[in-house]
């Protein structure tokens, strides 16, 4: 009998405890750019980009979660360049993606235990990748040597669990690191609205 009681209480404590975790996925798009000087030198334009990966939950209390997220962004910017040494050619749009593995820790605040929350962070990024390209031509440049591996900056955003397994944030992303080499500034700047499912 002492043995039963033991059992079910071991198994009351390990359903409690999963109880406090959750794990889903989430997608979305965002709208990144670089900070002056380097868009002072290229006149950056905002370029669209999306976001794709898995999160996972732990509820510390009735107003507080602390989760962690791994997923794959593409940010970078978009300039003008002149690619025919005429007075009538017309600037063609210059593309440039930055390919990242991120992985944010935010820390998530729902007053009163409510359906909408307050969420902010740290966030690291390693990139995998980085190219441009101009539009309407088919090659597109390694530009690794110019880029930085290692990204390190803030998250802070507003969020709502629409569901108990839907969830929308919008997330502004503050690069304090330098992504690229040779300048002063071109730290990165993003806008991100997502989508999350909890399993």
């Not at 950056?44 to 962004?73: K, N, T, V």
């Not at 669990?161 to 919008?170: G, I, K, N, Q, S």
């Amino acid at each position: 009998m002492k043995k039963i009681l033991i059992a079910l209480a071991l198994c009351a404590i390990s359903t409690s405890s999963m109880a406090q975790w959750s794990f889903g996925v989430k997608a979305g798009i965002n709208s990144s750019t670089v900070s002056k000087p380097l868009e002072e030198v290229i006149d950056a334009h905002h370029r669209w980009g999306m976001l794709i990966g898995g999160m996972a939950s732990y509820q510390l209390s009735r107003d507080f979660d602390l989760q962690g997220e791994l997923y794959y962004a593409k940010r970078g910017f978009k300039t003008d360049i002149y690619v025919e040494p005429s007075e009538e050619a017309k600037p063609k749009d210059w593309y440039f993606d930055l390919h990242y593995i991120d992985m944010p820790i935010m820390l998530k605040y729902r007053p009163l235990g409510s359906i909408v929350y307050a969420e902010v962070g740290p966030q690291v990024g390693y990139l995998i990748d980085s190219k441009n390209e101009i539009k309407d031509y088919d090659e597109d440049t390694n530009i690794d040597d110019n880029t930085n591996k290692l990204d390190f900056g803030f998250v802070g955003g507003i969020g709502v669990d629409a569901t108990e397994h839907l969830t929308v944030d919008l997330r502004y992303y503050l690069g304090l690191t330098k992504s690229w080499k040779g300048f002063e500034g071109g730290k990165n700047r993003s806008l991100e609205f997502s989508v999350g499912y909890w399993f």
